[in-house]
C-alpha cells in the first residue's frame, strides 16, 4: 500500500530535482510516468521537457492541489490511484520517474521486470539501495540476486533527509534502472512457470536451441527444482540455475 499524503516526504532541493531530470534523459513527445506526484515539484520540471507527463497521485486532497497547479498545462495529466495498480492496467510509458515509499520499492521492482520502458530514476531509501545492490552478506538475499541479473542498476546521487519536507528518518539514494535483455532474465521473469517449462523456454528464445537442445539441457538440474515454480526458489537454488544453465554471470 502506497503512502497517504500526511505519511510522505516532498522532495524540495531543486538542485537535486534538476539532476535528477538530467538523468532522466527525457525526450520531447516520450510518455513520462511520475509516481507519487506529490505536491508538483518535480512535476513541474518534467513538464518543462515537451514530454507528456502522467502524474499518479494516491492522496485526494494532493491530487486536487496538482490540478489547480497544472490547470491549463496542455502536458500534464494529474491521475488519482495508486502507482502499482496504474502499471498493473499495461499503460506505457518511456521514462518513469519517482521518489519511492519503501512499502512499493521492492513490488514496483517486480512489476517494472515484466514491463517495457527505457529508463527509471528512482529515490529509493538507502538501506533499501544496500539491499539492492549487495552480493555477500547478511543484505544479500533473493531480491539482490534477481533484480541484479534482471536490471542494470546505477546510483546517481546520496540524497539526505534535508532534501525533503518533512524530513524522513532515513537517508535516500536515487538510482538509474534499465532492463537487461537474454536468457536467465527471461528465465526470472517468469515467476509462475516451472523451472523446467520456463528455463526450456528461456533457452530456445535466447540461444537459439531446439526444444529438444533445451529440454536436454533443462535436466542437467536435480528433479526438486524443475518441479518447482521460479518464485519459489531460493537463491542457492537460482544460483545453481544460472551456473548450469546460462553461465555464471560475468
Given at each position: 500500500?502506497?503512502?497517504?499524503?500526511?505519511?510522505?516526504?516532498?522532495?524540495?532541493?531543486?538542485?537535486?530535482?534538476?539532476?535528477?531530470?538530467?538523468?532522466?534523459?527525457?525526450?520531447?513527445?516520450?510518455?513520462?510516468?511520475?509516481?507519487?506526484?506529490?505536491?508538483?515539484?518535480?512535476?513541474?520540471?518534467?513538464?518543462?521537457?515537451?514530454?507528456?507527463?502522467?502524474?499518479?497521485?494516491?492522496?485526494?486532497?494532493?491530487?486536487?492541489?496538482?490540478?489547480?497547479?497544472?490547470?491549463?498545462?496542455?502536458?500534464?495529466?494529474?491521475?488519482?490511484?495508486?502507482?502499482?495498480?496504474?502499471?498493473?492496467?499495461?499503460?506505457?510509458?518511456?521514462?518513469?520517474?519517482?521518489?519511492?515509499?519503501?512499502?512499493?520499492?521492492?513490488?514496483?521492482?517486480?512489476?517494472?521486470?515484466?514491463?517495457?520502458?527505457?529508463?527509471?530514476?528512482?529515490?529509493?531509501?538507502?538501506?533499501?539501495?544496500?539491499?539492492?545492490?549487495?552480493?555477500?552478506g547478511n543484505?544479500?538475499?533473493?531480491?539482490?540476486?534477481?533484480?541484479?541479473?534482471?536490471?542494470?542498476?546505477?546510483?546517481?546521487?546520496?540524497?539526505?533527509?534535508?532534501?525533503?519536507?518533512?524530513?524522513?528518518?532515513?537517508?535516500?539514494?536515487?538510482?538509474?534502472?534499465?532492463?537487461?535483455?537474454?536468457?536467465?532474465?527471461?528465465?526470472?521473469?517468469?515467476?509462475?512457470?516451472?523451472?523446467?517449462?520456463?528455463?526450456?523456454?528461456?533457452?530456445?528464445?535466447?540461444?537459439?536451441?531446439?526444444?529438444?537442445?533445451?529440454?536436454?539441457?533443462?535436466?542437467?538440474?536435480p528433479g526438486?527444482?524443475?518441479?518447482?515454480?521460479?518464485?519459489?526458489?531460493?537463491?542457492?537454488?537460482?544460483?545453481?540455475?544460472?551456473?548450469?544453465?546460462?553461465?555464471?554471470?560475468?
Open positions: 500500500m502506497e503512502k497517504s499524503g500526511s505519511d510522505q516526504h516532498f522532495m524540495t532541493d531543486e538542485k537535486i530535482i534538476k539532476e535528477i531530470l538530467k538523468s532522466a534523459g527525457i525526450k520531447r513527445g516520450d510518455v513520462v510516468l511520475e509516481i507519487g506526484a506529490g505536491t508538483g515539484n518535480l512535476t513541474k520540471h518534467l513538464a518543462g521537457t515537451g514530454a507528456y507527463i502522467y502524474a499518479v497521485e494516491i492522496d485526494t486532497e494532493l491530487c486536487r492541489e496538482l490540478r489547480k497547479r497544472f490547470k491549463g498545462v496542455r502536458n500534464v495529466r494529474v491521475i488519482e490511484e495508486e502507482g502499482l495498480k496504474y502499471i498493473d492496467k499495461g499503460r506505457r510509458f518511456d521514462v518513469l520517474v519517482s521518489n519511492l515509499p519503501y512499502s512499493i520499492c521492492e513490488p514496483l521492482l517486480r512489476r517494472l521486470s515484466r514491463t517495457e520502458f527505457r529508463k527509471a530514476i528512482l529515490t529509493v531509501p538507502k538501506l533499501f539501495y544496500l539491499r539492492l545492490s549487495a552480493t555477500e543484505l544479500y538475499s533473493r531480491m539482490s540476486f534477481v533484480f541484479s541479473r534482471v536490471f542494470r542498476i546505477e546510483k546517481l546521487m546520496d540524497v539526505p533527509r534535508e532534501a525533503f519536507e518533512p524530513r524522513p528518518r532515513t537517508d535516500s539514494v536515487v538510482i538509474g534502472i534499465e532492463r537487461r535483455r537474454g536468457g536467465i532474465q527471461d528465465f526470472l521473469i517468469r515467476e509462475r512457470m516451472l523451472v523446467k517449462n520456463a528455463a526450456r523456454e528461456a533457452l530456445c528464445r535466447h540461444s537459439g536451441m531446439t526444444k529438444r537442445e533445451a529440454r536436454s539441457v533443462v535436466l542437467r538440474l526438486e527444482i524443475l518441479e518447482k515454480r521460479v518464485g519459489e526458489l531460493r537463491v542457492e537454488e537460482l544460483e545453481m540455475v544460472e551456473m548450469e544453465l546460462f553461465g555464471k554471470k560475468g
